[in-house]
């Protein structure tokens, strides 16, 4: 919900900033008044992530055969306004190998591919560009999806806390990102209960990559 929401906010932030041409001041108007709606909206969907998750959440999956390729696809597209806004360009690479198709909750691994990519952009610097792979790890028969991006990084003195339960790091704050500092670890427990994993490397103003580690069988 709050990830189709802020497409529709940041598409109203454009008609509002005149992106798509002059709009007389009765549009504005109109246009404003459903631009502050949306973003009441996006708070109260994450106050009620937050109320959700307060405690240990469990997921019940219902796992399908899913090609990953095309929700990975699927997913960047739906973020199309805010990269257009802050003129950011995401570019999913093409595997050099065939990747298969693998067993999951495709709408569990959709909420774990948009909370990555959305830190991604909302911690990038304008005309950033955010590179999205994806290949075969033969040696333990996974696939491993790599989210890199050259924006403000994290300190040194954060990345144990990166995946803890509503932290949020200090410099993440000075951008003035509203969050509830629950997706990581909503997004690690999606993926521990598929049998996979996620982890990173960063450096401070050098720029963050996250790798998701899933199982093909």
Same mark, same amino acid.
């Given at each position: 919900?709050?990830?189709?929401?802020?497409?529709?906010?940041?598409?109203?932030?454009?008609?509002?900033?005149?992106?798509?041409?002059?709009?007389?001041?009765?549009?504005?108007?109109?246009?404003?008044?459903?631009? =502050?709606?949306?973003?009441?909206?996006?708070? *109260?969907?994450?106050?009620?992530?937050?109320?959700?998750?307060?405690?240990?959440?469990?997921?019940?999956?219902?796992?399908?055969?899913? +090609?990953?390729?095309?929700?990975?696809?699927?997913?960047?597209?739906?973020?199309?306004?805010?990269?257009?806004?802050?003129?950011?360009?995401?570019?999913?690479?093409?595997?050099?190998? +065939?990747?298969?198709?693998?067993?999951?909750?495709?709408?569990?691994?959709?909420? *774990?591919?948009?909370?990555?990519?959305?830190?991604?952009?909302?911690?990038?610097?304008?005309?950033?560009?955010?590179?999205?792979?994806?290949?075969?790890?033969?040696?333990?028969? =996974?696939?491993?999806?790599?989210?890199?991006?050259?924006?403000?990084?994290?300190?040194?003195?954060?990345?144990?806390?990166?995946?803890?339960?509503?932290?949020?790091?200090?410099?993440?704050?000075?951008?003035?990102? =509203? !969050?509830?500092?629950?997706?990581?670890?909503?997004?690690?427990?999606?993926?521990?209960?598929?049998? !996979?994993?996620?982890?990173?490397?960063?450096?401070?103003?050098?720029?963050?990559?996250?790798? *998701?580690?899933?199982?093909?069988?």
């Amino acid at each position: 919900l709050r990830t189709s929401l802020s497409a529709v906010k940041w598409i109203l932030k454009m008609f509002a900033d005149k992106d798509f041409g002059d709009i007389n001041d009765e549009q504005k108007e109109y246009i404003n008044k459903a631009l =502050t709606s949306s973003e009441r909206m996006i708070t *109260v969907v994450s106050n009620l992530l937050a109320l959700n998750h307060a405690d240990e959440p469990v997921v019940i999956l219902e796992p399908e055969e899913v +090609d990953i390729e095309m929700l990975i696809e699927d997913t960047v597209v739906e973020f199309y306004g805010e990269t257009h806004k802050k003129n950011i360009v995401i570019k999913f690479q093409e595997p050099t190998c +065939d990747i298969p198709a693998i067993q999951c909750d495709k709408d569990m691994i959709r909420v *774990v591919l948009e909370s990555i990519i959305e830190n991604a952009i909302k911690y990038s610097n304008p005309k950033d560009k955010i590179l999205i792979t994806l290949r075969i790890n033969t040696e333990d028969n =996974t696939i491993v999806i790599c989210v890199h991006d050259n924006g403000i990084g994290i300190k040194e003195e954060d990345k144990k806390h990166i995946f803890s339960k509503f932290f949020r790091a200090e410099n993440a704050k000075k951008e003035g990102v =509203t !969050g509830s500092g629950l997706g990581l670890f909503i997004t690690q427990n999606i993926l521990q209960q598929h049998g !996979g994993s996620i982890s990173f490397e960063s450096t401070e103003n050098s720029g963050t990559t996250f790798f *998701v580690t899933l199982p093909i069988s």
